[in-house]
């Protein structure tokens, strides 16, 4: 009993340790979303299911394929592979980035890759994850009711919050604001990130504004594209050019156009910037907004 409760705590290789660690770091969201209690229950049950079906995974792995197991991977592993199955059924998947066109990177990729290198790390440490899954299902499920049975008691968990959340906890930032509805704190954070980009901008197309009306509502396009207005060259005086130097103007997308109104220009200065600068969304919006 002792070897057993020692196995499935204390960590013996330096790289489960390491790529457990990580995990878990990632996986400290549950604590936000379910509360300390709950979420200690969580690992209190998928611990406990886990010990128990690593003895039947190893009874059975005898029994079928005569393969004979004398040693397990130690370490707290059960419940970090257990986290999985919270994990893909409740956060949600957020595009990041995208390979090749077909292989997309979300957030929620790293993770995955750490716990492919945790299970790759040890010959029999698949028993391990899959008696951690099957725990986790069994316990996010409430199959057999046993998040009622194996959880933390209420006196506990108040005996540690009197002791340990003093000690480990830390004040709420104040100086930032609460925006969006986000499932995680990422999620939130990039919402409040692009909140700002969007009062950067309107804040932007409202001083361009401004300067537009001051100016009489013209923009003087000849100071923001003069090479692409004129063919510049040593012989070059006030003439203008010939008609068969002039290149044939540039076909402008409406989508593009309907985006540059969308942010408050007007559909002349939106065609004007998209034949200057060849059709380049970002570098017209960026004239636009500074001139």
Known sequence: IWRLVCGRIICLDLKDTFCS?????????????????????????????????????VEVTQYVFGITINSLPSGFLGPVFALFVPFYSSIPRVQVAQVLGHFSITNKTLV??????????????????????????????????VHRILCVPSWVAKIFSWTLEPIFSSAEPTNEVR?????????????????????????????????????????NWNRL??????????????????????????????????????????????????RASNNDLNVATNFLLQH
């Not at 309107?202 to 100016?215: F, G, I, L």
């Open 21 to 57: 660690s990580l995990l878990i770091y990632n996986f400290r969201i549950f604590e936000r979303r379910y509360g300390s209690r709950k979420f200690s229950s969580f690992l209190l049950g998928a611990w406990m299911l886990s010990a128990l079906f690593d003895i039947l995974l």
């Open 225 to 274: 594209f003069p090479p692409l207005r004129h063919r510049h060259n040593a012989n070059y005086q006030d003439q203008r050019p010939s008609e068969q130097d002039t290149p044939p103007p540039t076909e402008v997308s409406e989508e593009q156009v309907a985006r540059l109104m969308e942010m408050g220009f007007s559909r002349g200065d939106a065609l004007e910037a998209l």
């Open 179 to 219: 925006v969006g509805m986000g499932a995680t704190v990422d999620i939130q954070r990039q919402q409040r990130m692009e909140l700002l980009d969007r009062q950067i901008m309107m804040s932007q197309v409202a001083q361009m504004r401004r300067q537009r009306q001051q100016q009489g509502g013209m923009i």
């Open 112 to 145: 995955y890759i750490l716990g492919l290198q945790l299970l790759t790390s040890g010959s029999y440490i698949w028993i391990l994850a899959l008696s951690g899954l099957v725990s986790g299902i069994c316990y996010n499920n409430s199959v057999l009711k």
